[in-house]
């Protein structure tokens, strides 16, 4: 039968049904009712886990189901233990997988912090359930895991801290691949730490199958070779799993299970494959859930259909491309001029297991011989495509995501150092669409730029797909290390100011350095890139719509000035930057100083990312106030977020004395203005019934607005 429920907030999964109870690991023995319960509470908190994940998918923002649905029987003993004796256990479930976030809203919802029904906003913007744990934003939630492979250090730090507990990691196959795990087992085994790690081994991360891209690679005999006391166990045999629980348990010092399992064991469509890593279908979780005995709650999922953003844009197609698939295409486009033996000679393109996120897929498909799947280790792998290009006639290309930036750091100076060529792709930049919320945000890539003034780095940043290729084409060859972005939201093609000839059509040619002019104006400046050049496009057209002579700057080569440019947007009445990285240290952070250098002195403001995520896919952009209409309230008569145009009505009672009714205006302006978040330039049009007023409220707003700047 299909399950009819009142509402979209029902939970089917009768959680009152897990039972709570100890397991003495001194008994490495499971007895009957022990081991029934067990599999019940296993199997009951594996149906929830299908359930609301899968609205993820019904809403389109994606998400991660396997991985949780793997660890159940692990975690499901991790609390037996705990209810066992509190005192010799930190009784948090840490993970290195921060995807796997949906065991730590189970065991927020088991716990009493976070309602059952409530899961099945799972992702979704502003339902503080975002892709990756964090700490402090979710009721229940105990830490914040960052991306992939950055816990198990810290649980040394809490396994120092805690001496006489033990303290429990879950781990993964691939998690395990990057390097700051190495160091973490090292440090574990020489300081004897009570770290134990419960890996999941099912030899399936995004791009594969580690045992056939990454041959030699074994979780087991790595750790074995740091000094760890290693099982390796059937994970679906919960009688091994138990056995080996109380093995480590009573070890002093670090240990590790390794659970080897299919991938998503039972759910038929995703069982042992890639598609597993990621949220179960919808279609395969109603039949995995009616194969357990569940009704079809197709129409349940069928209600969750998320909203899209209603923003109707001005200045850009609705025809929109995907920037980081199109990196990819450009790059083939270069190959394609090249023999297959030369291409191989000359170019090297390593990925980190995300090739199909990154571009990096359709390069593998069609180019092979230059194509080399390097698994989860960026360090080592943007390092090798630096080695490559070492060599001053060769060219290695490396990919991820622009939050993974921040741990190449190091590695970009070495590739400086020795002059190598390297072309970088970050895909994921900014915040827009970024469900993985915060840990996810591509916001700090001018860390990139973190050489001396007397070398160069080149970043690029092509606001839509026409401009990536023109971008890629044009600096393939290049020496040295070149930077491109991308997000992970499709984005429009940017038009002319006729509306309808795309502006990097046939007839542009991308010229690094150089700052382009979509539209001009004379009253100031907005500068921008990337995803959000289309966003200003329509903001400038709305204020100048209203009166405002604004004009627009794209600038795609980051980190380069364009001293005409500059000059010219600087002798304007104001500038101001508008993008989505970290406003601390983005392009609005040097721009001013770029200004004042030249003894240029518009007013000046810049936007950009300033609060931790909201979840959700379009969501984060309006949340960072960057989105070109923003708050209802504000955007009356004009933009918000990028340009304020606030329209405030006096009282026309006789009543109010000219005095008060120009206080009136301030007061409301300002209250308008403070609403929105990194605003710093805001142009307010006042409404009031006779021109003594106007006159009193000049006078008394710019007295009132001094003192708050």
């Not at 300081?191 to 979780?219: C, F, R, W």
Request: hydrophobic share 40%; charged share 20%.
């Amino acid at each position: 039968s299909r399950y009819s429920p009142p509402s979209v907030m029902s939970f089917p999964v009768d959680l009152t049904k897990f039972k709570k109870f100890k397991l003495d690991p001194s008994k490495p023995q499971l007895a009957a009712q022990e081991k029934a319960d067990l599999l019940a509470n296993i199997q009951l908190l594996r149906d929830a886990i299908v359930f609301f994940t899968a609205s993820g998918a019904a809403r389109g923002v994606s998400g991660h189901t396997g991985g949780a649905y793997d660890t159940v029987p692990e975690v499901c003993i991790l609390l037996s233990l705990f209810h066992e004796d509190v005192e010799k256990y930190v009784p948090i479930v840490f993970d290195e997988a921060g995807h796997r976030v949906a065991t730590q809203y189970m065991l927020a919802t088991l716990e009493g912090s976070l309602p059952a029904d409530h899961l099945l906003h799972y992702r979704e913007a502003n339902s503080k359930l975002p892709g990756h744990p964090e700490l402090g934003l979710t009721p229940g939630v105990k830490f914040s895991s960052g991306r992939l492979g950055h816990m198990w250090g810290l649980v040394n730090g809490v396994a120092l801290a805690n001496r006489g507990k033990t303290v429990f990691c879950l781990g993964s196959d691939g998690s395990q691949q990057e390097g700051n795990d190495a160091e973490a087992a090292r440090l574990a085994v020489a300081q004897g730490l009570n770290v134990k790690l419960l890996i999941d081994d099912n030899d399936v991360t995004i791009a594969g199958h580690p045992s056939e891209y990454m041959k030699g690679y074994s979780v087991a005999q790595t750790l074995q070779g740091h000094g760890l006391k290693v099982h390796t166990v059937d994970g679906e045999n919960i009688d091994e799993l138990w056995a080996a629980v109380c093995s480590i348990v009573s070890h002093d010092g670090p240990a590790a299970i390794i659970s080897k399992r299919l991938m998503a064991p039972g759910i038929v469509d995703i069982q042992g494959s890639p598609h597993g890593h990621d949220v179960v279908p919808v279609k395969s979780a109603v039949k995995h859930l009616i194969s357990r005995g569940y009704p079809d709650f197709s129409d349940l999922y069928a209600g969750m259909a998320a909203a899209g953003d209603p923003i109707l844009y001005t200045g850009s197609t609705k025809e929109r491309g995907a920037n980081r698939v199109v990196f990819g295409e450009a790059v083939n486009l270069v190959l394609d001029t090249l023999s297959k033996e030369e291409a191989a000679a000359k170019v090297m393109v390593i990925d980190s297991d995300l090739e199909g996120s990154t571009g990096l897929k359709v390069i593998h498909q069609k180019h092979p011989e230059v194509f080399v799947m390097g698994g989860i280790m960026e360090r080592g792998n943007f390092s090798a495509a630096a080695g490559f290009g070492f060599d001053k006639d060769k060219f290695g290309v490396f990919s991820t995501f622009s939050a993974f930036l921040e741990m190449l750091v190091s590695e970009i100076t070495m590739a400086r150092l020795n002059e190598c060529n390297v072309l970088c792709h970050f895909s994921h930049s900014g915040v827009d669409e970024m469900a993985d919320n915060t840990c996810h945000f591509g916001i700090n890539s001018f860390f990139a730029d973190n050489g001396l003034s007397d070398t160069h780095s080149f970043l690029y940043f092509p606001a839509d797909p026409l401009q990536m290729v023109a971008v890629v084409k044009r600096v393939f060859f290049e020496r040295g290390l070149r930077f491109v972005f991308s997000t992970r939201a499709k984005v429009p093609y940017i038009l002319k100011e006729d509306g309808k000839t795309k502006f990097f059509g046939d007839d542009y040619e991308f010229v690094p350095g150089k700052d382009e002019e979509i539209i001009p104006g004379t009253a100031g400046y907005v500068v921008t890139f990337g995803e959000m050049l289309y966003r200003s496009y329509d903001a400038v057209l709305r204020a100048r719509r209203a009166g405002i002579d604004v004009g627009l700057i794209n600038k795609p080569s980051l980190n380069i000035i364009d001293e005409a440019s500059l000059r010219k947007i600087g002798s304007s009445g104001f500038v101001l930057v508008v993008e989505s990285f970290n406003q601390k240290t983005g392009l609005g952070s040097k721009m001013g100083t770029w200004l004042l250098e030249r003894s240029l002195t518009p007013k000046y403001g810049y936007m950009g990312t300033t609060r931790e995520g909201s979840g959700g896919l379009w969501e984060q952009i309006p949340h960072q106030g960057l989105d070109p209409q923003g708050q209802p309230s504000i955007a009356k008569s004009g933009v918000s977020g990028v340009l304020n145009v606030s329209v405030v009505s006096l009282p026309s009672s006789s009543s109010h004395s000219p005095q008060d009714q120009a206080a009136f205006a301030v007061d409301s302006a300002w209250r308008e203005l403070v609403k929105v978040n990194a605003v710093y330039i805001c142009i307010i049009e006042i409404r009031v019934p006779f021109e003594r007023i106007r006159r009193r409220f000049y006078r008394a707003s710019r007295k009132r607005f001094y003192r708050a700047r």
